[in-house]
């Protein structure tokens, strides 16, 4: 992550040397590599992630929370979640999953994503700060945490495919 983080800062200071000096031109200048995008609250990687519900794509973009410590705190302490904006947890081995809001003060909906990448349940509106345990209906390859209210808003149900 850190050397995401220099890369990144690399790149701005390279743009921002490039913008002002006179004998720099378009075509002289070599495109820098894509980076991945790094949120800015949490530092974690930003990846894409679509569900498709019904026909449709629904195109999110997900912070990706694959550490043990990232997995830990998870959406603790923030209070701004966009429209099309979530977090996702891998499971390093597909288990059982459960969660709950302790520290959460953004209501969410916890979607479960089973082995097949289906989405087995989902915990709509939870209780901010609850300590209550969320659990997924069976063995989960994964987890995804949208601001309360979205799933519905969006279309996304049980049984939808979830890829990222």
Known sequence: MIRHILAGMALALGLAACSGGEGATASAQTPAPTQSAVHPVSGLRVIDLVVESGGKKIPLKVELADTPEAQARGLMFRTELGDNEGMIFPSATPEPRSFWMKNTPLSLDIIFIGVDGRIM???????????D??????IASGVLELRAGRAKALGIVPGDKVAY
């Open 121 to 131: 349940n989902i915990a709509a509106n939870t209780t901010p700060y609850s300590l």
């Open 133 to 138: 345990s969320v659990k997924s209906d069976g």
